[in-house]
């Protein structure tokens, strides 16, 4: 392991513990996910002038009016997608800096991301190398599209918000799967877990969140 990957003073292993453990406060309770956060070098994946705050719990600037979400964000909505279970095949709509993306990648044996924007595809790209994180698939795309071709998907995670729920992700859900999105309603946005099962789907509303906008096409 290489001193970057280990980091050093505020992007320690060190304290990525203490990261874990305000995880774990904060009512996280799978402990795969919370290993998981503990392994994946969030510093790698945040601008290094903003690197001595990878590991607070706070969103931080990606530039192109994109953020990386908080830890506990991505903790919460990868626990969800989790549900307990194991997880094969997982659709990540927005792949933003990769960080996210890697987190699923550790959970799940395959994991497709679809990101509007080319220099962020360019950015996860680096980050992911980086962080040798190699069962991904980055694609250039309208999220809101999916991606049929490697449809069925166990979960889908959405790290922007939408108006309303694509109905071309839903098609693409498995039996059993479930979609972690966060929506905007008339009481602002709210995270919603949304499972598909023989009979339809059912949905849950949860968390109140705050996460940019879902925008259609390419940038």
């Given at each position: 392991m290489s001193v970057q990957y280990s980091g050093i003073g505020m992007t320690s292993q060190r304290t990525r513990m203490r990261m874990v453990e305000r995880l774990r406060q904060q009512g996280i309770r799978d402990e795969i996910v919370l290993s998981v956060m503990g392994e994946v070098p969030r510093h790698l994946f945040v601008d290094e002038a903003l690197a001595n705050r990878a590991y607070d719990d706070?969103?931080?600037?990606?530039?192109?009016?994109?953020?990386?979400?908080?830890?506990?964000?991505?903790?919460?909505?990868?626990?969800?997608?989790?549900?307990?279970?194991d997880l094969s095949k997982v659709l990540?709509?927005?792949?933003?800096?990769?960080y996210q993306c890697?987190?699923?990648?550790?959970?799940?044996?395959?994991?497709?991301?679809?990101e509007r924007i080319p220099q962020l595809i360019a950015m996860a790209r680096k980050h992911l190398r980086d962080a040798r994180v190699i069962n991904i698939r980055l694609r250039l795309g309208d999220g809101q599209s999916g991606v049929p071709?490697?449809?069925?998907?166990?979960?889908?995670?959405?790290?922007?918000?939408?108006?309303?729920?694509?109905?071309?992700l839903l098609d693409q859900l498995n039996v059993g799967g479930r979609?972690?999105?966060?929506?905007?309603?008339?009481?602002?946005?709210?995270?919603?877990?949304?499972?598909?099962?023989?009979?339809?789907?059912?949905?849950?509303?949860?968390?109140?969140?705050?996460?940019?906008?879902?925008?259609?096409?390419?940038a």
């Open positions: 706070v969103s931080l600037p990606l530039g192109f009016g994109q953020t990386i979400s908080a830890p506990f964000t991505v903790a919460r909505m990868t626990e969800l997608a989790r549900a307990g279970g990540e709509i927005g792949t933003g800096c990769g890697a987190v699923l990648a550790k959970i799940a044996k395959e994991v497709h991301s679809v071709a490697a449809a069925p998907f166990d979960a889908i995670v959405m790290t922007a918000a939408a108006t309303h729920v694509p109905q071309a979609m972690i999105l966060p929506v905007e309603g008339k009481g602002g946005q709210h995270l919603y877990v949304i499972e598909r099962t023989d009979k339809g789907m059912v949905e849950r509303r949860m968390d109140p969140v705050i996460f940019v906008p879902l925008l259609s096409g390419i």
